[in-house]
């Protein structure tokens, strides 16, 4: 399958738009019609063709304009991607392994030709042909993490491991759900959670975190995670929340359609080798309310997932002023009917609306 | 599944080095490439022992970013339950091995403005990965290893040959030690000190670094217990609803699996955590052998490490 | 005079300590203002022999009490700014075993523990005790400037001037809290500023 990269905005005028074929393979992230958090970790080896799941890193129709957004966002805040000194090897290690996993799982898009430590590495849609020696700084024109990270769909955290803990020593973070790498680089695994409501009572971070120190090479894992944003703004960092911000009042009954977007991060976890370091990229997908709603069965949960949403929450993720207006939309697109489990659309078995 | 990746591997060279290490050469049986790693790591190799399937750790010891083979070396241990008998015996040149991906529980602290490395005896192996990694990234380090004798120094000509201002030898028979205080307190602030051997070094190490001051996280150590011979018990595994008659020479964790029960491990050494266990009821005393439980959770009768840890009394009930 | 208790709050939140005397042939201490009384509590003859007390005052009188503790070496600085060259000097020929103990303010301590760290020491070898102003450095996320001794809640951003609330998430390396605009979302509605631990 070709894909055909969109020309698209997630700035200003926010020309952002997703193929029929984007919103079928969306990932969904409720498996069942209420939410709640918990250690939802898998392993990440594959998943059904064409899904998001099926590939290492996933590249979509967003990809070439996700690149330019980022591209932007680096020349007005270079702090989005920074690396502390110690975690260069692990830099290298990342680079690694994207070529490699990208240069396999679509050959058509990117190659990577190596002869010891000389290598070539082709992106034909971002259009780079370029030779650089393996592990030799001078023959890039960015550190490790950040060239291949400005090549690479969604954001990076390089964990580094050490003393039973992972220390976030390294990321490119241009399209995060409203925190700072800048601010919290060199953080341990408590305390960059720190903000998080009710996660820390309920234990999960304890066990997410022995389950992250004990992920080995060959075997990464994954986990969903959501919020809401108002516009497909990809950059709704801290350090612009002064001008974002204000757009979450923008919303109305009339426009909430199109400008209410679910936006969910595809997480997932991977031993770098020769740094022991542990990768987190998070991957962002957004998807408007009214392309969600040509799901019947995501209609149906995601109005009693909203619903039923507990305010701490609510208010973490930032909707707790709309979410009145969101359950007033929402409410139409659900008629009562039980909804199957598993978070996959379910476009053949699943009933239309019947109201 | 439990454990890490498996490679299938041939063996393709086994060179005795002295009287008691044999070093074996591991590459993969498709020809294809092994994956990279981090000094310090190690790899479980699996033993078709008779009928008892044996899973030992060893330090790879090769150089970390050479993907043709592996290297580990093995000392044989004539007390010990088998697993180093069984590679100085029966393995030969050409047999195919399961062995797993690297795993590393015994790392740099690649922020460290020294690396201090202690060994004791064959506990120079992770050390030898380390210090090529180290030569590759342009790291500063200094090592002092620790023998009985010449003759049984493994890889200590070699060490003196490449790195002679850094190679640092002491010998038991010529009454030589290393002079830890002096050593330990003159180090500049930022130096991580390393240290594998038995034991007794370990705990010389660790207790004269926190009698100096050092901070804990500045100290790393990494000791392998091999699990050891004991008297036989029994176990009933509530979960699976299995009674499981544990033998002299097999571990807990080995007679578990014996009985098909998929139990969880990583390091089979004590040092990992993964196979920590419920208990949920036992008359008798516990043998915790660990370095994972806290001296509480040991007390408690509540959790063991079936590894390396085992049991003598009357009944042990297990949630697994 | 007695400790403020700071209320118990999220995991990135420093939570300071109570100094003790540690073993150890070098001590290097730093104390700002009501700190003098933490190192008073902990002074013995032996501990002092083998310490450098680098001393900010900030209008305190402890001068004399603390130079009566006969340290190794003794330094009063005007403020921590005009230390910092000399801590940094100290720092770089330490050895491995030397104990640092820091006392004073949030802010003080915060930066200074990050100089230790420079050098290698991990945070939790670094013991702490908050005395004194309960005042925060912040730091603005949009602008990143710093504001030292911030007491109310929201404050006003002094290089950006944005109205930012504070926040209880702090960074060790930044050794600041965060302030966020308050009005991001309803332009111009700023609430009436208050103590931050009131
Ligand atoms: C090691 C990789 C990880 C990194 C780098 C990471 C990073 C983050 C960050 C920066 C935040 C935002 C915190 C804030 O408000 O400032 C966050 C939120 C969160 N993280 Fe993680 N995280 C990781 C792994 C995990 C895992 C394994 C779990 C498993 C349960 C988890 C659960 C959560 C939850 C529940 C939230 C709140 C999200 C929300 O409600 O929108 N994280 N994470
Ligand atoms: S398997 Fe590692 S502690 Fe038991």
């Known amino acids: 399958m070709t894909i055909q990269f969109n020309d698209e905005s997630f700035r200003d005028d926010y020309t952002f738009h997703n193929s029929d074929w984007a919103i079928k393979r969306f990932p969904f992230p409720f498996h069942e019609d209420s939410y709640m958090y918990s250690v939802n970790m898998e392993q990440h080896r594959g998943g059904p063709e064409g899904s998001v799941y099926e590939m290492r890193f996933d590249v979509d129709e967003h990809y070439v304009s996700e690149m330019k957004d980022r591209a932007m966002v680096l020349d007005q805040d270079p702090l989005r991607c920074q690396s502390l000194p110690h975690m260069t090897l692990a830099g290298w290690d990342l680079l690694e392994l994207i070529m490699v996993s990208k240069s396999e799982d679509y050959p058509e898009l990117f190659e990577l030709h190596r002869n010891g430590n000389q290598w070539r590495w082709i992106n034909k849609p971002l259009g780079i042909d370029h030779s650089f020696t393996f592990m030799d700084e001078t023959t890039l024109p960015y550190g490790p993490m950040e060239y291949i990270t400005r090549q690479a769909q969604g954001d990076f955290a390089v964990l580094d491991q050490r003393d039973e803990m992972l220390w976030m020593d390294a990321g490119m973070v241009t399209t995060q759900a409203d925190w700072s790498l800048d601010f919290d680089i060199g953080m341990n695994f408590f305390e960059w959670h720190a903000p998080v409501p009710k996660a820390h009572e309920m234990g999960i971070f304890q066990r997410a975190l022995k389950f992250l120190l004990n992920i080995q090479q060959g075997a990464p894992a994954r986990r969903l995670n959501w919020t809401m944003t108002v516009n497909p703004l990809l950059d709704t960092s801290p350090e612009n929340y002064h001008k974002w911000g204000i757009q979450k009042t923008t919303l109305t009954p009339e426009n909430i359609a199109h400008k209410q977007h679910l936006r969910v991060e595809l997480q997932t976890f991977f031993r770098l080798p020769r740094s022991n370091a542990l990768v987190f990229p998070i991957r962002c997908y957004l998807c408007s309310f009214q392309d969600l709603m040509t799901v019947p069965k995501w209609g149906r949960r995601l109005h009693r997932v909203i619903r039923d949403l507990p305010e701490e929450l609510a208010t973490y993720k930032g909707f707790i002023d709309n979410r009145p207006m969101m359950l007033d939309y929402l409410s139409q697109f659900d008629d009562g009917l039980p909804t199957s489990p598993g978070i996959w659309p379910d476009l053949e078995t699943e009933p239309p609306l019947s109201k | ?320 | 005079m007695s400790k403020f208790e700071f209320p118990k709050s999220i995991a990135s939140r420093p939570v300071w300590g109570t100094l003790e005397v540690r073993p150890g042939e070098h001590h290097l201490m730093i104390a700002e203002a009501e700190g003098a009384e933490a190192i008073l509590d902990i002074a013995t003859p032996d501990l002092m022999a083998k310490t450098h007390l680098i001393y900010i005052p900030k209008g305190t009188d402890y001068v004399e009490r603390l130079q009566a503790l006969k340290p190794a070496q003794f330094y009063e600085g005007p403020s921590y700014e005009a230390s910092l060259q000399r801590i940094r000097r100290v720092l770089e020929d330490a050895h491995m075993g030397l104990q640092v103990y820091l006392t004073g303010s949030e802010s003080m301590m915060g930066q200074a523990m990050n100089e230790v760290m420079a050098v290698g020491l991990p945070h939790t070898a670094i013991q702490t005790e908050h005395r004194g102003s309960v005042a925060r450095r912040m730091q603005c996320v949009h602008c990143k400037g710093i504001t030292e001794d911030v007491e109310v809640d929201p404050f006003v951003c002094a290089h950006c001037g944005l109205n930012l609330f504070v926040r209880d998430h702090y960074s060790r390396r930044l050794a600041a809290y965060q302030g966020v605009r308050v009005d991001a979302e309803d332009h111009g509605n700023v609430p009436e500023p208050k103590g931050i631990y009131e």
């Open chain 2, 1 to 320: 599944m439990s454990g890490a990746e498996k490679i299938q591997a041939k063996v393709t060279e086994i060179t005795p080095l002295n009287e008691l290490v044999t070093r074996f050469r591991f590459e993969r049986i498709d020809g294809g490439q092994l994956p990279t790693f981090s000094g310090g790591a190690h790899t479980v190799v699996e033993m078709q022992d008779g009928g008892i399937t044996r899973l030992n750790p060893y330090s790879l010891m090769s150089d970390p970013f050479d993907q043709s083979s592996y290297t580990i070396s093995v000392r044989r241990d004539d007390e010990g339950r088998g697993g180093s008998l069984f590679m100085h015996r029966q393995v030969k040149l050409g047999d195919e091995m399961t062995i797993s991906y690297p795993v590393n529980l015994f790392s740099l602290d690649l922020r460290a403005r020294k690396h201090l490395f202690l060994a004791g005896g064959i506990g120079i192996t992770p050390f030898l990965a380390q210090i090529k990694q180290l030569e590759l990234l342009h790291g500063h380090w200094e090592l002092h290893y620790a023998c009985r004798n010449h003759a049984l120094a493994s890889y200590a000509d070699q060490l003196t040959d490449r790195h002679p201002n850094e190679t640092h030898l002491y010998y038991d028979d010529q009454n030589q030690q290393i002079d830890l205080e002096n050593l330990l307190s003159g180090q500049p602030l930022g130096t991580h000190v390393y240290v594998c051997g038995p034991k007794g070094m370990i705990d010389w190490v660790r207790n004269t670094a926190a009698a100096e001051g050092w901070p804990e996280d500045c100290v790393h150590y990494e000791e392998f217990l091999a699990p050891q011979p004991g008297k036989p018990f029994e176990v009933r595994l509530a979960a699976s609803d299995k009674v499981v008659h544990v033998g002299e020479n097999e571990s807990l964790l080995e007679a578990i699996e014996r009985e098909g029960v998929d139990a969880p491990y990583l390091c089979r050494g004590g040092a990992c955590g993964q196979c920590e266990t419920v208990v949920l009821d036992h008359d008798g005393n516990f043998v915790h052998r660990d370095h994972w439980l806290t001296d509480e959770e040991k007390a408690s009768g509540k959790k063991i490490m079936p590894c390396v840890s085992r049991f003598e009394g009357k009944s042990l009930v297990l949630d697994r």
